[in-house]
């Protein structure tokens, strides 16, 4: 046996064991049995490289990590009687991710993938509640907010106010009673960046909570957090019980006059709800519909009582910037956008998962360099930011900097983080129209630009699609989208119509072939595609005719298939199974 | 072993043991628990929850009806999610939908004859770099195809025959 090995590390964040990660570790636990180690497996949260899970680490007692990826469990003996047993490395196993984490800072995800999120001891090991600990002895609640204020930390939620000045507006509330609350409620479709730090880290996001009561004079706090995140619930609820028991939470915390302790509240299903007067109303047990503002949160929110409201990503900074202080963090980043941003990279990129960047680092390398570029070398063409609130932002603005303002001067946000990467197989009308559908389900209903406005703007895509647009639809889209925007209460309808209007700006051609060539150059458009079988490349094998759900293909007697267009429903499955690349996609004015 | 141990009974025992109070911020919670138990919001459950918290019957089938977490009818054995977030949307999960309405032979939302699955599509199941993944009961699977959703089916259909 080797004692050259310290622990072994298993990502089981929902991502890994959506990946099998449970498997390999439970085959990890039954090989270690058979050869007699007696090493802990320790489960670790995301790390971040989605795209290699399941991830394995071996830590050797210097401290050297040696990672594999997409580990199975017929792989599992293998790493365990070759490193473990004889100290040789599984070099075909074995990912140097070297690229995607080197421009990478980490003060958000410090710990994740690095600590067993269920347990306590390793948090405090790695200088957890210290920050709480200093600031309850040392500090006064308005040197904490004075901290946070110079940090220059925004919110992370995506509409970036500044968390410090926030704290000041609910700290200077007054009220018997106080809440924070943690919004948990992660619905951007695209975006798990909050769910990873609850899973991998859940205790830096309650301290974070500890610190934000201190400052605000809080006693009370709730994470609402979504109910589709069993695992990030259960290791929460875990870091709750364990950190009441040390007395972290609770009644004299460290053994001052500052009592605070946390519940939690597990959202149902509503877009919405992420927005402050949404959440306040779901947690009062109310439909989660906004009201308008002011008075604020901060004046009068739960229960009538000053609440600050602040995402898991804020939180999770807090702990960080009280311990190294605010230069330290306002070291990385723009002159207005300070610290680092946790983004959810996915799409057509090689290298999808979790990072945390400097602000300030521009969008091409994030996609080149730490995402390793697209998938087969097709080229760029948009980033999607902030999921149905945000925009598209074109090739061309690569280089744009991850900055609030500089972002929003392109149209789109820096949003919650997610960032979808799209190629040229990407039809851009399709993709603001996958958003509209989105935003226009989830629109709670009360003001009648975000109810009914997003309903015309659907319709309105939808025809696009179809092959049935009017060139005035453009105008009109870009008009409505407008009113939209200005006549919604919440950040729902103001920003819902985002992903139109940058679409139509920076890919108006597109619009225009679809409206007038009644053709989709990135073929996805489904009524605008005519599936045909080349005859000369046909060798009659007769796969496309078996494949075929409706029967729509036939032998024809000149030694090759022909699809009937009238009953062809364009599912793709002949394009798909042909060996020969027959089946060609064709789109634009002769399929009509 | 206890790392192997993923079983959300810790969740569900954590919330049972508070017993919660007879206000309206009850509501949710009891639906979800209720739910959790019997598999969808009955009428019967409405009335429940609204005498429990004492507060009209309209406001608590109001709050069903909003959220979309919540069924209000009997769902199938299995519960098939397709996810329909971005990264899945644009990697082709209208392909594996179209598939599954297919193979299933219901629309989104419906329950199979005989009462084996129900067909939902969700917002964003979260792992976007898994995309497009389909989850059934607690199980998710990533990269899912057409054709490979009909494979991913089959010891589903076998446990019930």
Redesign the interface.
Same mark, same amino acid.
């Given at each position: 046996m080797s004692g050259a090995v310290r622990e072994v590390r298993v990502g @089981?964040a929902?991502?890994g064991? #959506? #990946?099998g990660a449970?498997r390999v =570790?439970?085959q990890l636990?039954e090989s270690f049995d058979a050869n007699r180690i007696e090493l802990p &497996?320790?489960?670790v949260g995301c790390v971040g490289m989605?795209?290699n899970?399941p991830l394995v680490d071996v830590v050797d007692a210097s401290g050297e990590i040696t990672t594999y990826g997409h580990v199975a469990e017929a792989d599992v003996d293998r790493i365990v009687e070759r490193h473990l047993v004889a100290g040789e490395i599984v070099e075909d196993l074995r990912v140097t991710p070297e690229a995607f984490f080197r421009d990478q800072v980490r003060i958000v995800l410090e710990n994740c993938g690095v600590i067993d999120p269920e347990s306590l001891e390793e948090y405090r090991a790695r200088a957890g509640y210290t920050a709480l600990e200093n600031a309850l002895n040392g500090m006064t609640p308005e040197d904490v907010i004075e901290v946070v204020k110079e940090s220059g930390l925004r919110g992370r939620g995506g509409a970036g106010f500044p968390t410090g000045l926030k704290w000041s507006f609910a700290a200077r509330a007054t009220g018997s009673e106080k809440y924070v609350i943690c919004n948990a409620d992660?619905?951007?479709?695209?975006? /798990?960046m909050d769910?990873s730090v609850l899973e991998g880290d859940p205790h830096r996001v309650l301290e974070g909570m500890a610190l934000a009561a201190y400052a605000i004079g809080a006693t009370h706090g709730y994470v609402y957090i979504r109910?589709?995140?069993?695992?990030a619930?259960?290791r929460l609820?875990?870091a709750l019980?364990d950190a009441r028991e040390a007395n972290l939470l609770g009644d004299r915390i460290f053994g001052t006059d500052f009592s605070f302790d946390v519940r939690i509240?597990?959202?149902?299903?509503?877009?919405v709800c992420g927005e402050e007067t949404a959440l306040i109303a779901? &947690?009062?047990?109310?439909?989660?519909m906004p009201r308008k503002r002011p008075p604020y949160p901060a004046n009068s929110g739960l229960w009538g009582h000053p609440t600050n409201i602040n995402n898991v990503e804020t939180l999770a900074n807090i702990p960080w910037i009280v311990r190294n202080g605010a230069e330290a963090f306002a070291a990385h980043g723009t002159e207005t956008s300070k610290g680092t941003k946790v983004f959810? @990279? =996915?799409?057509?990129v090689r290298n999808?998962?979790l990072i945390e960047i400097p602000m300030g680092m521009s969008i091409r390398q994030i996609v080149y360099d730490i995402a390793g570029g697209i998938q087969n070398d097709r080229p760029l063409k948009a980033v999607?930011m902030g999921?149905p609130s945000g925009g598209c932002i074109p090739a061309s603005l690569v280089d744009t900097p991850v900055d609030y303002e500089a972002l929003k001067a392109t149209g789109a946000i820096v949003g919650s983080g997610?960032m979808?990467v @799209?190629d040229d197989s990407?039809c851009m009308v399709d993709?603001a129209r996958? /958003?509209l559908d /989105?935003t226009q389900k989830e629109s709670?209903g009360k003001c009648t630009f975000c109810r009914v406005g997003t309903k015309r703007m659907l319709e309105m895509l939808e025809r696009i699609c179809a092959g049935e647009g009017e060139p005035e639809d453009l105008d009109k889209l870009v008009a409505l989208g407008n009113k939209v925007k200005a006549n919604s209460l919440c950040g729902l309808g103001q920003t819902a119509p985002n992903p139109i209007l940058t679409t139509t700006e920076y890919f108006r051609d597109e619009y225009l072939a679809h409206i007038e060539d009644r053709a989709c150059p990135a073929r996805v458009c489904k009524p605008l595609l005519r599936f045909h079988i080349e005859p000369d490349a046909c060798k009659n094998c007769g796969l496309c005719a078996r494949g075929c759900?409706v029967e729509a293909i036939a032998a024809d007697e000149g030694g090759y298939h022909v699809i009937d267009d009238a009953v062809c429903v364009k599912?793709?499955?002949c394009e798909?199974v042909c060996p020969f690349d027959a089946v060609e996609i064709q789109t634009g004015k002769v399929a009509a | 072993m206890s790392i192997l141990s993923q079983s959300k009974e810790g969740v569900h025992a954590e919330r049972e043991r508070v017993s919660l109070p007879h206000t309206s911020d009850s509501i949710i919670p009891l639906l979800q628990q209720i739910q959790e138990k019997e598999g969808f919001v009955s009428e019967e459950a409405v009335d429940r929850v609204a005498r429990y918290t004492r507060a009209p019957a309209s406001a608590v089938y109001g709050v069903a009806t909003f959220y979309s977490q919540f069924r209000l009818k009997r769902p199938g054995k299995h519960m098939i999610r397709v996810c329909e977030g971005t990264a899945c949307h644009v990697l082709g999960s209208d392909a594996v939908l179209d598939r599954l309405t297919e193979e299933l032979g219901v629309d989104v939302g419906g329950t199979t004859a005989d009462g084996l699955f129900t067909l939902e599509s969700v917002r964003c199941l979260g792992c976007c770099s898994l995309a497009p993944a389909v989850m059934i009961d607690d199980e998710t699977y990533g990269q899912v195809t057409g054709d490979s959703i009909a494979k991913i089916l089959e010891p589903y259909r076998k446990d019930a025959s």
């Open positions: @089981l929902t991502c064991i #959506a #990946a449970q =570790a439970r636990q &497996i320790k489960r989605c795209y899970e992660e619905g951007d479709p695209g975006a /798990f769910r109910a589709e995140y069993p695992l619930i259960r609820e875990m019980s509240k597990a959202g149902a299903g509503a877009f779901s &947690i009062e047990g109310r439909r989660g959810a @990279l =996915a799409g057509r999808s998962g999607q999921g997610g979808i @799209l990407t993709v996958f /958003f /989105f709670c759900p599912c793709g499955r798909q | -």
